[in-house]
Structure formats: structure tokens, C-alpha cells
Antibody, heavy 113, light 107 residues
Framework: QVQMKETGPGLVQTTQTLSVTCTVS????????VHWVRQAPGKGLEWMGI???????NYNSALKSRLSISRDTSKSQVFLTMNSLQTDDTAVYYC???????WGQGVMVTVSS | DIQMTQSPSFLSASVGDRVTINCKAS??????LNWYQQKLGEAPKRLIY???NLQTGIPSRFSGSGSGTDYTLTISSLQPEDFATYFC?????????FGSGTKLEIK
């Protein structure tokens, strides 16, 4: 059974860097990819990017300059790192597996000055 | 980027009603369209994948249809547990894009 869980800092200051971890079970990160998706309060869902089973990545061009997705396959963890945070980066951050079937519960991140 | 226009944004209906939710893509997405249900505080749940394929474990009252740019989710007979927010996702091309969501409430 696929399970995914996001963990993050909760509160981040503006201009700082966000780091969120997605810990997965039930599949291998070397065989399947992981997406990152976010949802700002009262807004729609925004796809951020994916890291594939071979380690390659695709990013949303709107975020590409600030975003990095990486992984530690030995720990079954995927990492989202985003710099130069602003208040409009406040959102629930989700990870989801390749086919966007299974999602984590999401982690709320508030960016505040 | 492909824009997904979802309608209606809000829907009020009664148990037993048949409801439809629509997503219109700004270009052909070749049936690469999924539907999700989300309840407050929970992870999204995939209902339908690739337009009309029912996810395992999802009741048959949910169905999907469409082609080209126009897609529909139908719930044939609403049950109390169906009152939630629904959204579509196109995965034809990057960036993946979502509909804005439909909040389905009890009348």
C-alpha cells in the first residue's frame, strides 16, 4: 500500500528558503516519480514539479528559478527546496506519486515577515 | 500552459440527485484527464483516470466522459458522503494543470 507523508517547518520568514520532505512507502523511488503540488488558501492547486525514477526532474517554469527537487532513495525521501520565499508562497504543500493517484495529507507552510 | 476551466464553482444538490461537473481545456488533452474528490483536511482521492476509468474501490455511481477539450464527471445518485470538493487534472503535458474546483454542498 502506497503511503506518502510530508513534513515541513510550519512557519518560514520571507526571503528565506523552504525545505519540505516527502517520505514514501509502498514503492521504490528508483522506479516511480514524485510530484509536488501546492494549494494557497482559497486558491486552486498548482503543480510545482516532479522527480522521476531515474532522478531527472521537470519543473513548472513559473517556479523553476527558485525550486529544486531532490531525493535520498536509501531513505525513501524526496525533498522540495524553494528559495526567496514571499507571503504568496503560503500554502499547503503536497507530494503525490507518478500517476497522481496517491497523495500525502499535505503540510501547511506559512510565510511571514 | 494548458488552462483548465471548471464549472460550476459551487453546486447545491440533494441526496439522490444526478450531478455533472465540467472541465474545459484550452487545447486538446487527448483524454489525459483525472478527477479527484477532496474533503476538508484530507488528501485528494482519485476517482477517475484518463477520462473514463474508474479507480479501484470507487463506487460505480461516479463516471467520466469526454474527449478533446471537454470533459465531464457525473455522479448518478448523490450519497451523503459525496458532499465534498471535486477537481480535474490534465496530465497531457507539463506543467500539469488543475481545474479550480467545484464545491458540492447539500441543498
Amino acid at each position: 500500500q502506497v503511503q506518502m507523508k510530508e513534513t515541513g517547518p510550519g512557519l518560514v520568514q520571507t526571503t528565506q528558503t523552504l525545505s519540505v520532505t516527502c517520505t514514501v512507502s509502498g514503492f521504490s523511488l528508483t522506479s516511480y516519480g514524485v510530484h509536488w503540488v501546492r494549494q494557497a488558501p482559497g486558491k486552486g492547486l498548482e503543480w510545482m514539479g516532479i522527480i522521476w525514477g531515474d532522478g531527472s526532474t521537470n519543473y513548472n517554469s513559473a517556479l523553476k528559478s527558485r525550486l529544486s527537487i531532490s531525493r535520498d532513495t536509501s531513505k525513501s525521501q524526496v525533498f522540495l527546496t524553494m528559495n526567496s520565499l514571499q507571503t504568496d508562497d503560503t500554502a499547503v504543500y503536497y507530494c503525490a506519486e507518478t500517476m497522481v493517484t496517491d497523495w500525502g495529507q499535505g503540510v501547511m507552510v506559512t510565510v511571514s515577515s | 500552459d494548458i488552462q483548465m476551466t471548471q464549472s460550476p464553482s459551487f453546486l447545491s444538490a440533494s441526496v439522490g440527485d444526478r450531478v455533472t461537473i465540467n472541465c474545459k481545456a484550452s487545447q486538446n488533452i487527448n483524454k489525459y484527464l483525472n478527477w479527484y474528490q477532496q474533503k476538508l483536511g484530507e488528501a485528494p482521492k482519485r476517482l477517475i483516470y484518463n477520462t473514463n476509468n474508474l479507480q479501484t474501490g470507487i463506487p460505480s455511481r461516479f463516471s467520466g466522459s469526454g474527449s478533446g477539450t471537454d470533459y465531464t464527471l457525473t455522479i448518478s445518485s448523490l450519497q451523503p458522503e459525496d458532499f465534498a470538493t471535486y477537481f480535474c487534472l490534465q496530465h497531457n503535458s507539463f506543467p500539469l494543470t488543475f481545474g479550480s474546483g467545484t464545491k458540492l454542498e447539500i441543498k
